[in-house]
């Protein structure tokens, strides 16, 4: 059993998509942090110096009552919260990722399509007559003698 789990597991396909998850985590990290640090900041700072990370509703009041500065407030007083503005954050890094996701498929199936080439022309063709291959620019067949119609 241990020898067909080695086998699985280094199997080409399955250390890709290892490698594949990892990339894609760190990527997702990278995103995070710009959505968190370098793109809703300025946003928050356009509307008014909203930290959006901190933007939520109280369902119920903690065992000290609100108002609350700050979700980590709310969070230490006992209060239950509904965190809409780190959704908005999580909702904005999905469609970053989705996007670049987007654009990186779309550039290889650019690649793709150009390493693509149409089969050359053919350069024979048979005789009607005898059957044999011939140059498809012939007008009469080297083996047969046969005349050939043009084209």
């Not at 150009?114 to 089969?119: I, L, N, Q, R, S």
């Amino acid at each position: 059993m241990l020898k067909e789990f080695k086998e699985f597991a280094m199997r080409g396909s399955v250390v890709d998509m290892a490698v594949g998850i990892i990339i894609g985590a760190a990527f997702g990290t990278i995103v995070n942090s710009a959505v968190a640090d370098m793109i809703m900041p300025p946003i928050g700072l356009l509307l008014g110096n909203v930290d959006f990370s901190n933007l939520f509703f109280v369902l119920k009041q903690g065992v000290q009552p609100g108002p609350y500065a700050s979700v980590a407030n709310a969070k230490a007083a006992g209060a239950v919260t509904i965190n809409y503005g780190v959704f908005l954050n999580t909702v904005i890094s999905f469609i970053i990722v989705a996007f670049s996701v987007f654009i990186l498929i779309k550039g290889l199936n650019h690649l793709k399509k150009k390493e693509e080439t149409p089969p050359p022309a053919p350069s024979t063709k048979e005789c009607p007559y005898c059957l044999s291959t011939i140059s498809i620019k012939a007008v009469r067949c080297g083996h047969c003698t046969s005349e050939l119609k043009a084209g």
